[in-house]
Every structure is written in C-alpha cells, then in structure tokens.
Nanobody, 130 residues
Framework: QVQLVESGGGLVQAGGSLRLSCAAS????????VGWFRQAPGKERELVAA????????YYADFVKGRFTISRDNAKSTVFLHMNSLKPEDTAVHYC???????????????????????WGQGTQVTVSS
C-alpha cells in the first residue's frame, strides 16, 4: 500500500503560481503511476495531469496545457504539479492519486480515469482570486 499526502495549496491572485506536492510513503514509489485531479463545488472530479512510473511520459487536460507541469522525483517519493498563470476557474480541491503496477510492461503507462486509481490523498485547496 501507499499513503499520499498533498501540500502546497493556498490562496493566490489570478496570474500567480503555486507548486503542489504529493508525498508518498509505503511501497516503493516507482511502482506507481500518478495523477492529479481537481474537484470544484458542484462539479465532478476531473483529471488535470498524469505521469507514468518513470516520469518520462505525461498527460495534460486541455484546460491546463501550457500552464501546468507535472513531474516526479522517485528518489524522494514525490510528485509535483507546477501551476502557472492561474485562473479563477482553477479554484478547486486538488487530489493526487496513485495506481500500482508490478509488471515492467506498465512502466510508461498513463492512467487517465479516476476509477482506475487505487489510492487517493486527502486533497489540498487551491483558491484563485480575480
């Protein structure tokens, strides 16, 4: 199993930046594909970005392309979400999620759907003021 703890959220003005961190503990972190999701009040949870086990492949939702960057440091068991040019519509609770793969053939797999993830953090609030 793995435990996930998000941090780095907060209040920022439109156009500002934040860096979210997802720290993992438990099983070796390089066995997990990771995604960042967000959920705004009254809306469904949606994928923001995802990264494969190696960190070599990434996916971004259209609404964050060119503004957000996902990265990981397996030695530190941490995934980051660098958020630039933030907009009020980015306001949401942001969650990281992890899916375990034991086989090496899944080393470059990107997981895009929430239902596929095995573990979730508690979330961190991001609020962008206009």
């Amino acid at each position: 199993q793995v435990q996930l703890v998000e941090s780095g959220g907060g209040l920022v003005q439109a156009g500002g930046s934040l860096r979210l961190s997802c720290a993992a503990s438990g099983r070796t972190f390089s066995y997990y594909a990771v995604g960042w999701f967000r959920q705004a009040p009254g809306k469904e949870r949606e994928l923001v970005a995802a990264i494969d086990r190696s960190g070599g492949s990434t996916y971004y939702a259209d609404f964050v392309k060119g503004r957000f960057t996902i990265s990981r440091d397996n030695a530190k068991s941490t995934v980051f979400l660098h958020m630039n040019s933030l907009k009020p519509e980015d306001t949401a609770v942001h969650y990281c999620a992890a899916k375990y793969y034991s086989a090496s053939r899944y080393f470059t797999t990107i997981v895009r759907t929430a239902d596929e993830y095995d573990y979730w953090g508690q979330g961190t609030q991001v609020t962008v003021s206009s």
